[in-house]
């Protein structure tokens, strides 16, 4: 059972490259999120989907779109890269709501030059 | 708007002691309240959830209060350990058809042997 799997681990972006960070879940999880984290900053959520078909922004989600491709899988797409979207970004998913156990993926380490 | 306090960025203590992380929130009545841990590189760990009507929670070492009054939950980590030393996150959350999760930034708790 791998849970949260988050691909890729690392990545370095030109700035105005664009590139998909990809997310799926195997634990048949209705909600699934995109955060990003950087150092004093705390999570910060840019997108979520309730459920499959449905996206909704989060706090910062200028910069992004995402994709909830199936109920497995959950993409974040960044258009066209700047450096202040350098930062680790997490995924994770719930069974439904915000109010069941999240489980994170490993994240991605985005840096953009 | 909604606001999460974390009141102590960092927090040190020494083995053995109890750690005592505190949780605030602002501009909202949560019914659910969850702790995670977070360890260097890695994505947050679900400890615990609290109900507004729980008053307190226990697991093994870690105890978790939550005061619907004072708009507080409050994070124990009895007879600490060198092991405990982690980020540790808050995540307050509406009922009903919230599916939003957020967090506070953490608190860095230090151990020392």
């Known amino acids: 059972n791998a849970g949260v799997t988050q691909t890729p681990k690392f990545q370095v972006l030109k700035t105005g490259q664009s590139m998909t960070l990809q997310c799926a879940q195997d634990?048949?999880?209705?909600?699934m999120y995109w955060y990003r984290q950087d150092p004093g900053m705390g999570l910060r959520l840019i997108y979520y989907?309730?459920?499959?078909?449905?996206?909704d922004k989060g706090e910062v989600p200028n910069g992004y779109n995402v994709s909830r491709l199936n109920k497995r899988e959950f993409s974040l797409r960044l258009e066209s890269a700047a450096p202040s979207q350098t930062s680790v970004y997490f995924c994770?998913?719930?069974?439904?709501?915000?109010?069941?156990?999240?489980?994170f993926g490993q994240g991605t380490r985005l840096t953009v030059v | 708007s909604q606001k999460i306090e974390q009141n102590s960025e960092a927090l040190n203590i020494q083995e053995g002691k109890t750690a005592t992380l505190t949780c605030n929130y602002t501009n909202y009545s949560p019914a659910y309240l969850q702790w995670y841990r977070q360890d260097p590189g890695r994505g947050p760990v679900f400890l615990l959830l609290i109900r507004e009507n729980e008053k307190e929670k226990r697991k093994e070492r870690l105890k978790v209060t939550f005061d619907t009054t004072l708009k507080q939950s409050l994070f124990h980590i009895t007879a600490s350990q060198p092991a405990d030393s982690a980020t540790y996150l808050c995540a307050p959350s509406s009922g009903g058809s919230n599916y939003k999760l957020t967090f506070g930034k953490g608190t860095l708790l230090t151990v020392n042997p």
């Open positions: 634990m048949n999880h209705n909600s």
């Open positions: 994770a998913s719930t069974e439904r709501l915000a109010t069941t156990e999240a489980f």
């Open positions: 989907s309730a459920s499959e078909g449905t996206t």
